[in-house]
């Protein structure tokens, strides 16, 4: 505040005591580190055996709605999927799902995981799973948002096997390969889709590699920020914030783009990394509180152990506060028959209907999930006009009406 704002005249006491404190809480918020955007996300592989692997829920409507409310429920701002041949084998499913996750306000980006991969291969997957699909939908929620990369050399057996001057070549077709990703983007008319790559954090100090000088290592990361948006670094096995600090260090001072960090899920256990998944989550927040903004995220891999471990969302809940009780009834009273606000969509049918109704009813009392608890109590409202609300809902059902957003694509 501007010393200029103030009367000239002396004032009373009791407002220089105000104007004190006023001063002193805003030099502490000017003082403070920025706070953390606190988003989140995960690698969603297609694993057929796990429920919630892309292959078994892409193409279920019930199941995508469900999972979608999970990630609003988790902070997710984005998604990355392994889709496999999802695009073109059901295009109508691939572009519900994409609009599903742009409704919710999340970012769709379609994840590709090659060791090592090539120029050449990501370019010809960039075009057919990508640029063909977004060609072929007219309406642009139903598009990828952005490219995920999971190209890994470190994993191959020529790195393994290869000498420090080979490491560094693999890493030249590394930045060819971000390269041609972004080329074949912009030739095709998606300027506007960006790139995002996984990377280890260790590629900035790693001996083996055989790096000319540090101005050889820094130009290599400098080329890299051309064609990508961000890169995530995987802190894995690394226990504290001052441990994946050490990793990540380097990497948000000189890298010239959004960077996230990313921890592994499967490190979650009794002897390992974390002892719980409670633990990992704090670490998390901590990295979160520690760099602010300069880092736009946490992303844990994988998806399908992430479910396994996190909490859900309270059945009933529809008012996401923690507690099943009358509030949650209003808001499935004022949605009753939408397809398009789903907050008390609780069978995750696409719908707000009866069924959800009975599901709240089921859970009334309940309590936990939500960040606010409070204790539920009084009896379940049995609404005298309840059979007049299925009345009504089975004339909105029967009405014609346009496509939802969520829908599935005509």
Not at 177 to 182: E, G, L, P
Not at 343 to 352: H, L
């Amino acid at each position: 505040m501007s010393r200029n704002t103030f009367s000239d005249s002396k004032p009373s006491s009791s407002a220089q005591a105000r104007r004190c404190v006023l001063v002193c809480v805003t030099s502490v918020v000017l003082s403070a580190p920025a706070l953390a955007q606190n988003h989140r996300s995960a690698w969603m592989w297609s694993t057929s055996t796990h429920p919630f692997g892309a292959a078994n829920v892409i193409g279920d409507p019930a199941k995508e709605n469900e999972l979608i409310s999970y990630f609003d429920f988790w902070g997710f701002d984005r998604i990355y999927a392994s889709v496999g041949n999802t695009p073109t084998n059901d295009p109508t499913s691939m572009a519900r799902w994409n609009a599903s996750l742009d409704n919710a306000g999340m970012v769709s980006q379609i994840l590709f995981g090659l060791v090592p991969g090539s120029p050449t291969q990501v370019a010809n997957l960039v075009q057919t799973k990508l640029i063909d699909f977004n060609d072929s939908r007219a309406d642009p929620r139903e598009h990828f948002d952005a490219v995920h990369l999971d190209v890994e050399p470190h994993a191959s057996s020529t790195w393994q096997n290869g000498s420090s001057a080979v490491k560094r070549d693999m890493l030249m077709d590394l930045r060819d390969t971000y390269i041609a990703a972004r080329a074949q983007l912009d030739n095709n008319g998606y300027p506007n889709v960006k790139i995002y790559a996984d990377l280890p954090v260790w590629y900035d100090s790693a001996s083996s590699i055989g790096w000319l000088d540090t101005n050889d290592r820094d130009q290599w990361f400098d080329d890299i920020a051309v064609p990508l948006d961000g890169i995530t670094l995987m802190a894995f096995e690394r226990e504290t914030r001052r441990r994946i600090s050490e990793g990540v260090g380097w990497e948000v001072d000189n890298f010239n783009g959004e960077i996230r960090v990313g921890l592994n899920v499967n490190e979650v256990g009794p002897g390992d990394t974390f002892e719980d998944f409670d633990e990992m989550m704090a670490v998390a927040e901590d990295v979160e509180l520690f760099y602010g903004t300069l880092i736009t995220g946490i992303d844990f891999q994988p998806l399908i152990t992430y479910t396994d471990l996190a909490p859900t969302p309270l059945s009933g809940d529809y008012n996401n506060d923690g507690t099943v009780n009358a509030a949650d009834y209003t808001v499935w009273r004022d949605n009753l028959g939408s397809m398009t606000n789903l907050d008390a969509d609780g069978d995750y049918s696409g719908i707000v209907d009866i069924p959800d109704y009975d599901k709240w009813k089921a859970n009334f009392g309940a309590t936990g999930g939500g960040s606010s608890a409070l204790a539920a109590g009084g009896a379940i409202p049995e609404p005298a006009s309840l059979l007049l609300c299925v009345a009504g809902l089975a004339v909105m059902v029967a009405l014609p009406r346009s496509r939802p957003l969520s829908g599935p694509a005509a």
